[in-house]
DNA sequence: TTGCGTGCAAAGGTTTTGCATGGCA
DNA sequence: TGCCATGCAAAACCTTTGCACGCAA
């Protein structure tokens, strides 16, 4: 049987590396971010890029590319399952990661599979613009642009 | 007056990269990929960053950055307004960028906006999952992973 | 003639990789 | 002890920038 082995050592690295992420409580960094943070703490960038890449794949935490491509942002996420259930939004404008649980996700998914045969996969879709805190903030920004 | 003074001249160079992009007709490339298109052909990568970035400055073509930020990619719009209309999907699987023009965008666009207080923006989101393709070259693939 | 456009090469920044060592189980 | 994790440095990549020349208007 293939148990749940974890096939993973507990190292004082990746602990750091975790509870720094969790300690952001949805906030979002940048690896370069992180390695000035640990910089003198005896945390190398390539641990930090190796155990976000895992982090990610195992769902606990988020990557994001900002617009602008210039470097990856993570935020840890703390219960996966239900993340596959709702919308992840985030702001343009502010950065904020919003959860909105919505069954119209069930209808969007339905209708891309039915009729775009396209199986929308919730973990990594994230739905980018600007939420309503900025937009009251915000002057005018007219379709213009 | 500030008239319509182009302040650009007329080069055999953008006009290469500009057709290219219209030849496409909706489809993507990188920069990579029109670099080894165009080489030989006397347009160097600098030329094509720089008109690429001047052409999605004033709307003819538009810019993504996908999730993994490896690279931008560039596709022609003829009519940016339309193109404000549809879902763009990526397959995780094989890459495959798709458009899928649809009114349920609008109907999703609208919800967001008066139930969860958010303004989509359709020029950055982009839908992950898994083409018709992948899904049946696939095997079972079940919520496994 | 003027000055934008082009192209080469180099710089800048982010992420990945090779390889030897360190540390958990 | 076995094997994964780490870290340094170098490589690989993508994109931008400096500078001189070419070419459109």
Do not use: W
């Amino acid at each position: 049987m293939m148990r749940k082995r974890p096939a993973s050592y507990r190292t004082r690295q990746g602990e750091g590396i975790l509870d720094y992420m969790r300690s952001l409580g949805g906030g979002h960094v940048t690896v370069n971010q992180m390695a000035r943070h640990f910089a003198g703490k005896g945390i190398g960038q390539t641990t930090i890029y190796r155990r976000l890449e895992k982090l990610a794949a195992e769902g606990l935490i988020r990557k994001y590319v900002l617009n602008d491509g210039k470097s990856a942002c993570y935020q840890y996420v703390d219960n996966r399952e239900a993340c596959r259930e709702h919308f992840h939004l985030v702001c343009e404008t502010c950065g904020a990661l919003i959860h909105a649980d919505c069954d119209l996700l069930d209808g969007l998914r339905a209708h891309l599979l039915l009729e775009h045969d396209f199986r929308l996969d919730m973990l990594k879709t994230v739905f980018y613009g600007t939420c309503g805190t900025c937009l009251s903030a915000l002057p005018i920004q007219e379709g213009g642009a």
